[in-house]
T-cell receptor, first 109, second 113 residues
Framework: GQNIDQPTEMTATEGAIVQINCTYQTSGFNGLFWYQQHAGEAPTFLSYNVLDGLEEKGRFSSFLSRSKGYSYLLLKELQMKDSASYLCAVMDSNYQLIWGAGTKLIIKP | IAGITQAPTSQILAAGRRMTLRCTQDMRHNAMYWYRQDLGLGLRLIHYSNTAGTTGKGEVPDGYSVSRANTDDFPLTLASAVPSQTSVYFC????????????FGEGSRLTVL
């Protein structure tokens, strides 16, 4: 079966750096996506990786290793507004998105 | 800028009743999707439409139906609601057929008693 694993919850301190990991087992691979979802709101797109390596976008970076079935989202200079759930999703060989359950990130002052 | 509008925002429904969740976009994107989100689970695809006039089944289509008469509207119907359909429903649109960059509506919280 297809599976996306990410930690249920993480806690970090304002101003610090946090890394949210995602491992996947899917039938085929056509890209990995990270979304942010604040409580009670809709998910919003953060990043996309299809090749191995690091994609940087401001304070957020996303890394992919296809051979390991592994990605991480790196958040730098954490702000209170970064408190949210972060969803990892993989597009399989049928171009369907398979979603992880999300990682709830709690930022403490 | 509206983007994607879902209605209703929230609804409590008796089991056995019929319910239609509405989704309208003004982004002129071809691909549209309906997901449900339940605590502890990832988003699950119910139905999708790659373009007006076509629809397809997702991971959890049973008990739901959709139609796509035009580009802008993609309603989701529960013919006879059951308590297991209590969930938050998100409509999403994609700029291309095979893109994972989706834009989501604000969601419809449905409770079936």
């Amino acid at each position: 079966g297809q599976n996306i694993d990410q930690p249920t919850e993480m806690t970090a301190t304002e101003g610090a750096i946090v890394q949210i990991n995602c491992t996947y087992q899917t039938s085929g691979f056509n890209g990995l996506f990270w979304y942010q979802q604040h409580a009670g709101e809709a998910p919003t797109f953060l990043s996309y990786n299809v090749l191995d390596g690091l994609e940087e976008k401001g304070r957020f970076s996303s890394f992919l290793s296809r051979s390991k079935g592994y990605s991480y989202l790196l958040l730098k200079e954490l702000q209170m507004k970064d408190s949210a759930s972060y969803l990892c999703a993989v597009m399989d060989s049928n171009y369907q998105l398979i979603w992880g359950a999300g990682t709830k990130l709690i930022i403490k002052p | 800028i509206a983007g994607i509008t879902q209605a209703p925002t929230s609804q409590i429904l008796a089991a056995g009743r019929r319910m239609t969740l509405r989704c309208t976009q003004d982004m002129r994107h071809n691909a549209m999707y309906w997901y449900r989100q339940d605590l502890g689970l990832g988003l699950r695809l119910i139905h999708y439409s790659n373009t007006a006039g076509t629809t397809g089944k997702g991971e959890v289509p049973d008990g739901y139906s959709v139609s796509r008469a035009n580009t802008d509207d993609f309603p989701l119907t529960l013919a006879s609601a059951v308590p297991s359909q209590t969930s938050v429903y998100f409509c999403a649109v994609g700029s291309g057929t095979n893109t994972g960059e989706l834009f989501f509506g604000e969601g419809s919280r449905l409770t079936v008693l």
